[in-house]
């Protein structure tokens, strides 16, 4: 009974070793087949360095990247003038209609006042009457003008704070 047993044991150890040899031959077959094509890419680069053709890119990369570096510094330079350009540009907007006076109904007198970012601008004031209109342009600095506001221009300057126009649709 001793050797049937001995005899199994021998037949599934034969069989494991075999198992085991066909699982190391494959993993050996896997490698070689990976070192073949790493060998294959690494032969390609050497060849293309000794023809000079990763040098000659690197060289084209290189004189690109200055080029970019000035086109930003062009670009950044135009930037700031457009922001410049900006800020004293109009953004800021406010209207408002009215009667300048009780015999004149409609509210066909206005108020508008245009600032830029420094709240910087003109209003302008159209009073209408029956027997003629009368405009006036008054400078606006920081909110203020040297000349006497209205309630209503003080009202539509404040206004126009209120609609700043802060992204323009492109």
């Known amino acids: 009974m001793q050797k049937i047993i001995s005899y199994i044991n021998i037949e599934i150890l034969f069989i494991i070793v075999v198992v085991q ?9 896997i490698n070689r087949i990976s ?4 060998k294959k890419k690494y032969k390609k680069f050497f060849d293309e360095l000794d023809k000079g053709g ?3 890119q690197l060289d084209k990369y ?3 990247s200055d080029e970019i570096k000035e086109d930003y510094k062009l670009i950044k330079s135009k930037m700031k003038n457009i922001e ?8 800021k907007v406010g209207l408002i209609r009215y009667s300048a ?6 509210d066909m007198s206005f108020s508008i006042a245009l600032l830029d970012n420094n709240n910087d601008g003109v209003v302008l004031s159209g009073l209408y009457c029956r027997e003629n209109s009368t405009m006036y342009a008054k400078p606006i600095k920081n ?3 040297s000349y006497t506001l209205s309630d209503e221009e003080k009202n539509v300057i404040e206004i126009a704070k209120d609609n700043y126009i802060t992204k323009i649709e492109a």
Do not use: P, Q, R, T
């Open 21 to 29: 040899f066909l699982l190391v031959f494959l993993i050996l077959l």
């Open 35 to 38: 070192i073949l094509k790493l």
């Open 54 to 56: 990763i040098g000659e």
């Open 62 to 64: 290189l004189e690109k």
């Open 84 to 91: 410049n350009i900006s800020n004293i540009s109009i953004k």
């Open 101 to 106: 006076f009780k015999d004149v109904g409609s």
């Open 143 to 145: 909110n203020n003008s």
